[in-house]
């Protein structure tokens, strides 16, 4: 089982970057699909961004792309995303999620973390 911890979440104006890191426990990292979610309040939680244990397939919200990357470091246990050009709508609290099944849905995936919050300032 892989348990995920993010961090590098924080206060951001509109237009700038942020990158997030989610740090995954477990001997199995590398077998694990890997998926960033987010949640606004009064929002249910919303897929943003996954990508495969391989990393060769990757998968993004209309809303993010071209816009947000995501990455992963096998070797480290590690899984990245990339946000740049910031709008105040992407305020939320961003998870990291594990799971064996590649997905958008929140039940593809079996294992999550506390979440980080990003705050856009418009």
């Known amino acids: 089982q892989v348990q995920p911890v993010e961090s590098g979440g924080g206060l951001v104006q509109a237009g700038g970057s942020l990158r997030l890191s989610c740090a995954a426990s477990?001997?199995?990292?590398?077998?694990?699909?890997m998926g960033w979610f987010r949640q606004a309040p009064g929002k249910e939680r919303e897929f943003v961004a996954a990508i495969a244990s391989s990393g060769g397939v990757k998968s993004y919200a209309d809303s993010v792309r071209g816009r947000f990357t995501i990455s992963r470091d096998n070797a480290k246990k590690a899984v990245y995303l990339q946000m740049n050009n910031l709008k105040a709508e992407d305020t939320a609290v961003y998870y990291c999620a594990a799971g064996v099944v590649f997905g958008s849905l929140p039940r593809s995936f079996s294992s999550w973390g506390q979440g980080t919050q990003v705050t856009v300032s418009s």
């Open positions: 477990g001997r199995a990292f590398s077998s694990y699909h």
